[in-house]
């Protein structure tokens, strides 16, 4: 069955960094588009970035252009957010998806991000 599994996060102060990973099993990983979304508490989840398959495009959003990186390895079937310069509000658990085209394939379980001194 579909299986995403995110792990890296954890407690970072401000300015630190962190580099997410989203390890992916039972479906074809090389042909889906990866995204990594958060969700702070009382917040709607929200995207953060998206790399897509075919071309490797990647889409950030507005609040972490330039601070925040997202890439793949389709030989280890895993997508990475390196994310630098973290703020405190940057804290939120952060969820790894897969998608084939509109099709959703699944969400990971969601890794913990939290960025306080």
């Known amino acids: 069955q579909v299986q995403l599994v995110e792990s890296g996060g954890g407690l970072v102060q401000p300015g630190g960094s962190l580099r997410l990973s989203c390890s992916a099993s039972g479906f074809i990983f090389s042909s889906s588009t990866m995204s990594w979304y958060r969700q702070a508490p009382g917040k709607e989840r929200e995207l953060v970035a998206t790399?897509?398959?075919?071309?490797?495009?990647?889409i950030y959003a507005d609040s972490v252009k330039g601070r925040f990186t997202i890439s793949r390895d389709n030989a280890k079937n895993t997508v990475y957010l390196q994310m630098n310069s973290l703020k405190p509000e940057d804290t939120a658990v952060y969820y790894c998806q897969a998608r084939r085209i509109a099709t959703l394939i699944g969400w990971g379980q969601g890794t913990q991000v939290t960025v306080s001194s």
């Open positions: 790399i897509i398959n075919f071309d490797m495009r990647t």
